[in-house]
Each structure stands twice: as structure tokens, then as C-alpha cells.
């Protein structure tokens, strides 16, 4: 079964870290770009953070650069953001996808996890 799975939400004071995972399985993980997308309530899903299959070339939106950062294990078929300085306004579901594109846009992702949820308190 081709899937993503998301794990490490959950609650934190602001100013605090959480590390989210999102693992792969029944694909070809080392050929995909990932991106790890978010949803806050009301909002529209925005993408915060990608990486390249391969070379490991990273992109942040403006609002987490500094303070998130993506990385991947391919071996492992693993991808992971690590999240510090969380703020209030970083609450949101947090999913991971699969894409053969370089892209923001969740249009251009072919493989999605159910997502996790991180809140953070003020």
C-alpha cells in the first residue's frame, strides 16, 4: 500500500520544539520530492518546507525559515521537520507529501499523509 505517515504532533508552550517524521512505504521514496504542508483552522493548506530527492536542496517559506528545518533519510524512507521557536500562530495540521515536482503547491503532490496536529500554547 502506497502511504505517508506523520507523527511527532502534539501540544507545546511557545518557544518550544517539536520534531515531526512522516515515513514512507509501498513506493519509491528516494525518487519523490517531499513537502510538508500546513492547515491552520479557516485557512487554506499552505507549503511550508521541501526538499529535492536526491541533492537534498531545501526550501522554507518565509514565516518558519530560521526556525524549521527539513531533512530526509532515504535510506530509511523517511523525511522530518524539526520545528524550534514554535509560535501560537504555527498551530495547524501538519502533513507530508509526495511529489515528482519542485513545488509549494499541494495541486502538484501525488501522495499524502493523514496529517498530525501541533498546537502551540501562548
Known amino acids: 500500500e502506497v502511504q505517508l505517515v506523520e507523527s511527532g504532533g502534539g501540544l507545546v508552550q511557545t518557544g518550544g520544539s517539536l520534531r515531526l517524521s512522516c515515513t514512507a512505504s509501498?513506493?519509491?521514496?528516494?525518487?519523490?520530492?517531499i513537502g510538508w504542508f500546513r492547515q491552520a483552522p479557516g485557512k487554506e493548506r499552505e507549503g511550508i518546507s521541501l526538499?529535492?530527492?536526491?541533492?537534498?536542496?531545501?526550501y522554507y517559506e518565509s514565516s518558519v525559515e530560521g526556525r524549521f528545518t527539513i531533512s530526509r533519510d532515504n535510506a530509511k524512507k523517511s523525511a522530518y521537520l524539526q520545528m524550534t521557536g514554535l509560535k501560537p500562530e504555527d498551530t495547524a495540521i501538519y502533513s507530508c507529501?509526495?511529489?515528482?515536482?519542485?513545488?509549494?503547491?499541494?495541486?502538484?503532490?501525488?501522495?499524502w499523509g493523514r496529517g498530525t496536529q501541533v498546537t502551540v500554547s501562548s
Open positions: 509501498g513506493f519509491a521514496f528516494g525518487d519523490f520530492a
Open positions: 526538499i529535492s530527492s536526491r541533492d537534498g536542496t531545501t
Open positions: 507529501a509526495a511529489g515528482k515536482l519542485w513545488s509549494v503547491y499541494p495541486r502538484d503532490y501525488d501522495i
